[in-house]
């Protein structure tokens, strides 16, 4: 997917005048939240669990390369064998070459937001395979010609009448009617066209929530099911993963897991829990015969020596976007990448460059909800504000905004002259807005009055009518 | 105070950090914190050349003019026992990130600690400094003429930097007259966030919009907050959809000097002028400590 973060202004305003889409995430925002909540709530141990987290993940990215190279040596050890790609075009080939190895003409996916990071579909589908997207969220944006616009509910921007169009609309062609509006009747529709493309597969590409250094083995977390008959079906399973998802061993995992379902969907475990340990073994009565991992870096082991380090805790729960109020208001598509609100707001510029998406870590009040609920404590804010920092350092932003900044600064260092300055303007605005109270429009202040009234000054500033009433030595 | 033996011997001594939009814009606040803050038995001083924060600097990227007013402060207040703001947003900036600001300058990173340690956001300091049997001192002003319901909207730095969230609704449960009600998401951001509601102001419309909708929802006739930005907003987005409700600082309110709200005119609206109005609402009584 070819970023569009720098058109941020443009894709908002397009968002927010769709009202489909405000339906679509008010009701999805009431969820996750209270979802979230009650779950958060019934464990005491919530708290104590965040912490002990963000110290096995801590830890662990300080040994990364240790960990990295016993999965490998766990992988190869169990049949599998595991390949390293420095950025996207070598993820890309890797698989393409794996795929090309084993003959393989169609492939069925798990959800893997990686996979999206470094567009392996179009990459698939233009050296000639037929790639099926089995996760329904996934399957829905592949069907519409979308991108995700949550990581953890890629089609959440979807109403269900534009559903079932776009099922009626494909499904056509299989001689299969629309089908009808009610939930379970579009999961079985897609189940019944799913079916027979799971079971003609050659290849399975899945995602992994985490990698086991201790084993050897990739884990996945589904609600449904998809992703096992993606990695058990077909006769090769791909996995590609980043390497920050690496965990020494199941203790840490256990950990982990306890936090992941109920901070993104506010269940206490997701439905499936599945762990791949290499291919299948001679005992085994079903799996597959290839086993491949794909450890994709782009970009993460240079996040991991500076300060963004951090980041590379995420766990892809999606918290922090479910309460984003400016996530909220204008969906993922606005923010142009795979990855959305304050997460994908750290992470696309640091994967894309920041000269490409420069409006993401500014689109942010810094309301600092993300960094309350993130289970791993990440801190969002103050990474916003980092990037901003470096957006300022290598002069990006309107003229306009740098300009103004630049001589608001200015003032605001000399009060011998701020002073005069602002309580003259103060002095007339008062006057101005004494009948009215509040101004329509007001000349250089267009972003405030494009949607709220600026309310007037009362007139004299605070300092000088302290100054005044004889307070002066105070 | 922290030891009451302290306090009987000397009253603390604060600095008001008066903030650049309650200097600028609303200075009913500022006399409205130094009424409470005298009543709860300090002494106030309102030291000379204040201008910001310099949080706008800071949340741009712009390290620079940031430290450049970091330095400015800590001139101006580090020799009070405390700094007091009536706004979580400026408090948090001294409080939470001046130190950082000097992360390479051992000296200067040190007295931003210092001063960092000191600053509080007014009703937190109301409370959790003054303690007690001052707040209680500040019991029974009077709720605003025409006001019977009020709901107070958690500005976002005060609450998640400075845990301000108990404090102002306690000190408000001792106005008379005055029922709080909670609007729903009262913690969500109002769209306010310094220069992004001039960046994204469709984003920007849109979170104050909703968040005006809770307020009427809530069967508020006054919303509070303790930040002037907030308010600017919410009072500017309910006078563009011509929404009735009244917007004052909770300082204004506790102080028992809310007169014209903010967004109200100042003259040629009945209920208003007989109130004294103007930047004179309040006046005079802001400087007649109850001690």
Known sequence: ?474 | MEGTSRARAAPPRVGLFVTCLVDLYRPSTGFAAVHLLEAAGCEVAVPRGQTCCGQPAFNSGDAGTARALARSIIDRFEGFDYLVAPSGSCAGMIRRHLPELFAGDAGWRERAEGLADRTWELTSFLVDVCGAPAAERLRGAEAPRGVRRATYHDSCSGLRELGVREQPRRLLAGVAGLDLVEMPDAEVCCGFGGTFCVKYPGVSGRMVSEKVENIAAAGAEAVLAGDVGCLLNIAGRMRREGRAGRVFHVAEVLAGMADRGIGEPAVGSPGTTAAGGGSGGGSGRGRAPER
């Open chain 1, 1 to 474: 997917m070819i970023p569009e973060s720098h058109r941020f202004p443009d894709r908002a305003g397009l968002a927010l005048a769709d009202e489909g889409l405000r339906l679509a995430l008010d009701r999805a925002r009431q969820g996750f939240i209270g979802n979230r909540r009650k779950a958060v709530d019934a464990l005491p141990e919530f708290p104590a669990l965040r912490e002990a987290a963000r110290r096995i993940k801590d830890h662990t990215l300080s040994n990364l390369d240790l960990y990295l190279e016993r999965f490998e040596s766990q992988v190869t050890a169990s049949g599998g064998q595991v390949h390293w790609a420095a950025d996207a075009p070598a993820a890309r080939a890797r698989i393409i070459d794996i795929c090309r190895e084993a003959g393989a003409r169609t492939v069925t996916k798990g959800k893997s937001m990686v996979g999206e990071e470094v567009a392996l579909n179009e990459a698939l589908e233009e050296a000639g395979l037929e790639v099926v997207e089995t996760d329904l969220g996934e399957y829905i944006i592949q069907l519409a010609d979308e991108t995700p616009s949550h990581i953890v509910a890629p089609a959440i921007h979807k109403t269900r009448e534009e559903i079932r169009d776009l099922f009626a609309k494909h499904h056509a062609p299989l001689g299969l009617g629309p089908p009808g509006l009610g939930n379970a009747e579009l999961v079985a529709r897609a189940r019944e066209v799913l079916r027979r493309d799971f079971l003609r597969a050659d290849v399975g590409i899945t995602g992994a929530n985490f990698l086991i250094a201790e084993s050897g083995s990739t884990v996945i977390v589904t609600n449904e099911g998809n992703g096992d008959l993606s990695n058990t079906l077909p006769r090769v399973h791909i996995v590609i993963a980043g390497i920050e998802k690496v965990l020494p061993g199941y203790e840490d995992l256990c950990t982990v897991l306890r936090l992941l379902a109920r901070s993104a969907t506010g269940q206490e475990m997701s439905v499936y829990t599945t762990v791949s340990t290499g291919p299948r073994r001679s005992a085994d009565l079903d799996g597959p015969e290839e086993f491949h991992v794909v450890l994709v870096d782009n970009g993460r082991s240079g996040m991991l020596g500076g300060e963004f380090r951090e980041m590379l805790r995420c766990i892809r729960c999606g918290a922090c976007l479910n309460h984003c109020p400016v996530y909220h208001a204008v969906g993922g598509h606005a923010y142009g990448w795979v990855y959305t609100g304050p997460m994908g707001s750290v992470l696309t510029p640091l994967i894309v460059g920041l000269d490409r998406a420069h409006h993401l870590p500014n689109a942010c009040t810094l309301n600092g909800r993300c960094e309350q609920v993130c289970p791993m404590s990440i801190p969002l804010p103050s990474m916003l504000r980092k990037l901003r920092a470096r957006g300022f350092e290598r002069g990006l932003g309107t003229r306009t905004s740098r300009l103004g900044l630049a001589m608001w600064g200015f003032l605001a260092r000399r009060p011998a002259l701020y002073r005069p300055v602002a309580g003259a303007a103060m002095g007339v605005m008062g006057w101005l807005g004494r009948r009215r109270g509040a101004f329509r429009r007001v000349p250089l202040a267009g972003g405030w009055t494009a949607v709220r009234d600026l309310p007037a000054p009362e007139g004299e500033t605070f300092q000088r009518a302290w100054r005044r009433r004889g307070s002066g030595g105070r």
